[in-house]
């Protein structure tokens, strides 16, 4: 699923775009998580995964960055701090935001057909 239809089936907001044709990627995972260890040690195929938290700090940043990661999404509508926004500015990744819970977004996403890290979807 492109990213730009991922972004609009959960009214998310930019908070920074740095590659307006990273939305035009076809993304097929999602990993969620606030422990930035987990995405670490789990994520392996980071080019089609969607991370989305709700941990705002620059360790999420760095974690995407490290992962190449191309798109987060902060749930519960958080707002970034200005010390992470200049962070982001020398990423290559695109950040949104959405007033739902991860609850809602990992419901939503799976709906709409993105599987999890491993591939698995239930029936």
Do not use: H
Not at 82 to 89: F, G, H, R, Y
């Amino acid at each position: 699923m492109l990213g730009r239809d991922i972004v609009r089936a959960l009214n998310a907001q930019p908070v920074e775009i740095r590659c307006e044709e990273l939305l035009d990627t076809d993304y097929d995972k999602v990993f969620a998580s606030d422990l930035m260890s987990d995405v670490l040690a789990m994520v392996q195929d980071s080019a089609s995964t969607i991370l989305v938290t709700g941990l705002c700090n620059a360790q999420a940043l760095r974690t995407a960055e490290m992962l190449d990661l191309e798109l987060i999404i902060f749930v519960r509508g958080k707002s970034l701090p200005k010390e992470m926004l200049n962070i982001a500015i020398g990423t290559n990744f695109n950040i949104f935001t959405t007033d739902c819970t991860m609850y809602e977004v990992c419901g939503l996403l799976y709906e709409m057909g993105l599987g999890s890290i491993y591939g698995r979807r239930f029936t």
